[in-house]
């Protein structure tokens, strides 16, 4: 709290009023790019038909334009756009290359290759990009904000922090500019000023649902009955934009949660995550087929016949689960000890998948994970060698293992062993109502799956892993979320028994580890084990009829595995 009234009393910060927009120094520097290269003639016309979702007829337009003028920076960039809109990353990226190549002084290109860079998870590329800018331009809030972004992903929140720091001081009527400055000092561990920041937003712009789930994703906020009904007015308006409501369905629930009134917290997460539903589509088949096909080609033969072929470090422990699982209590378990370094979720194993499918698969016309099979050892040693180089800019204090510890990575076990062959795997299990419900309950801006679809998706996954069971015995470890609970230390020796690590005391006092930690469950890793969130999913009981249906034999036999997977 004190740091952050000092910053306020420093920067003599403005009275508590949303900047309008003339006044908002992002929105002036947006306008300013967007007002440095004006387009005319053909390629007006070609960015009408891009801004009206007319895809095709821009992609024939451009691809016209740039055989005759190959080197057109303007028509690069639309080219960009136009992918962009297709889905094609990898190629957007190119044709960003070739513009900046032909206009190297194209800031509105330049952002936005950084910050398609930052979103390919290409955080040292982003960064360069960004100090380019910076050298022209070194108060531009939104280069300053991107940078401040690329910093926390690559771990470096005190840096990122600053940044953030800087700009809230500037921009002091701004709400996101406080919430921005909340999650830096969340991940720092410094929450009491984080709530302040939140709240700060709130007073700002009081239909800010980003600023509400912000302090209920906290899990140790408190909302009061001022809180509830001020949020209970805002969705009574009809003006709230649709992020906004949702995620004020969503803190809403976790008020009534934290009352007891489970009824009227169902209501409200159900809201929300159908509102989330017919807004991102969720493909349960996607998931499904992945585990159909690595069962069907990821055969022991198979996986012994390449079992030398991948980059040979032990370094990785990757901690695989569905989400809410329990698997950042695992890393603060494992980081507490002396030989082993928490790297958070990494997204590189994730950014090698979506490569495979978009390049290496089409030219050799086999979709993944079938591809790994086609590939000879040298390109998946090259490939668990880019992993390692790409992680290493997130190990900061020389330990000799580092945990990734990102959930879905359990849909990429067969690239994992194949490519980081000496990698240990850790699976974190936790019950599956538990574990679904969790989901359910937590916004998430990406797919949001319906009960039924949860409890398939969970089913899918204990058969995955039931695979690998079979195929590779002994190679992956599991730890029983409940079985932690009730005796940490026994847990804890197994785990560190299975690593080939000896047990030091300090596991059991992760709590007292000082790190940064960005996940949902950031503030529950600083205090001891709890039995509390055990069984509190029974609360809910009443209303998850379709999860517990779908869940099936997976829920009947938990924590064993269904005699149907074996």
């Known amino acids: 709290m004190d740091g952050l009234k000092s910053v306020v009393s420093q920067r003599k910060l403005a009275s508590p009023r949303e900047a309008k927009p003339e006044e908002d120094a992002f929105v002036r520097a947006r306008d300013m790019l967007g007002a440095e290269r004006p387009l005319n003639g053909i390629l007006q016309a070609i960015d009408s038909q891009i801004s009206t979702g007319a ?49 190297p002084g194209f800031g509105r290109a330049r952002f936005n290759y950084a910050d398609l860079l930052h979103q390919s998870k290409e955080f040292a590329g982003a960064l360069e990009q960004l100090n380019i ?32 720091e800087e700009l809230v001081g500037e921009n002091a009527g701004r709400s996101d500019s406080w919430i921005s400055y909340g999650h830096a000092l969340r991940a720092m561990g410094r929450g009491t000023e984080s709530e302040v920041a939140y709240r700060k937003a709130i007073q700002l712009r009081p239909a800010s649902g980003k600023a509400y789930w912000a302090l209920a994703n906290m899990k140790t906020a408190r909302f009061s009955d001022i809180d509830v009904e001020a949020m209970t007015e805002q969705l009574r308006q009809l003006d ?28 409200h997460y159900a809201k ?25 080609f990821f055969t022991p033969a198979i996986l012994e016949s390449r079992s030398t072929a991948g980059c040979s470090t032990p370094d990785p422990i990757f901690v695989v689960c569905p989400p809410r699982s329990g698997s950042t209590l695992i890393e603060q378990i494992l980081s507490s000890h002396s030989a082993v370094e928490a790297t958070g979720e990494l997204p590189y194993i994730s950014a090698i998948v ?11 016309g086999m979709t993944y994970p079938g591809i790994l099979t086609r590939m000879e050892p040298a390109a998946l040693r090259a490939l668990g060698e880019e992993y390692i180089r790409r ?25 994992i062993v194949l490519i980081l062959p000496n990698a240990k795997i850790i699976d974190a299990r936790r019950h599956p109502v538990a ?17 039924a679809e949860l409890a398939k998706f969970y089913r899918d996954y204990v058969e995955l892993m039931a695979h690998f069971d079979r195929v590779q015995p002994g190679r992956i470890h599991r730890v029983i979320y409940e079985e932690m609970v009730a005796d940490p230390e026994a847990e804890t020796r197994k785990l560190l028994d299975y690593l080939g690590l000896p047990f030091e005391e300090n596991c059991l006092r992760f709590y007292e580890t000082r790190r940064s930690v960005l996940t949902p469950s950031s503030e529950q890793v600083r205090k001891p084990i709890s039995r509390d969130a055990v069984e509190h999913w029974r609360h809910y009981e009443p209303w998850l009829g379709a999860l517990k249906e779908g869940l099936g034999t997976v829920l009947a036999d938990y924590p064993a595995v269904p005699e149907e997977f074996r």
Not at 397 to 403: E, I
């Open 354 to 364: 979506r490569r495979l499918e978009d390049v290496e698969g089409p030219e050799l």
């Open 391 to 415: 992680a290493q800019q997130h190990r900061k204090l020389g330990r000799p293992f580092f945990v990734d510890k990102k959930p879905p990575n359990f849909l990429h076990l067969a690239l």
């Open 272 to 296: 929300g995550n159908a509102a989330m539903r017919s807004r991102i589509p969720y493909r349960p088949e996607t998931v499904s087929r992945v585990v159909a096909e690595t069962k069907q």
């Open 55 to 103: 895809i095709e007829t821009a992609e024939k337009m451009l691809s016209a334009r740039l055989r005759r003028h190959p080197n057109d920076a303007d028509a690069l960039y639309l080219a960009a756009r136009t992918q962009l809109r297709l889905g094609h990353r990898h190629i957007a990226l190119e044709f960003l290359r070739r513009c900046l190549h032909a206009a």
């Open 435 to 451: 574990c679904c419900f969790s989901m359910f309950k937590q916004y998430f801006n990406k797919a949001r799956p319906r009960q």
């Open 240 to 267: 709230v934009a649709a992020d906004d409501r949702i995620q004020l369905h969503y803190a809403l629930g976790k008020a009534f949660e934290d009352e007891g009134v489970y009824a009227k917290s169902f209501d």
């Open 133 to 164: 800018l910076l050298e022209t331009d070194v108060l531009n809030p939104l280069f300053r904000q991107l940078k401040a972004n690329v910093l926390q992903s690559l771990g470096q929140n005190e840096d990122a922090l600053a940044i953030c």
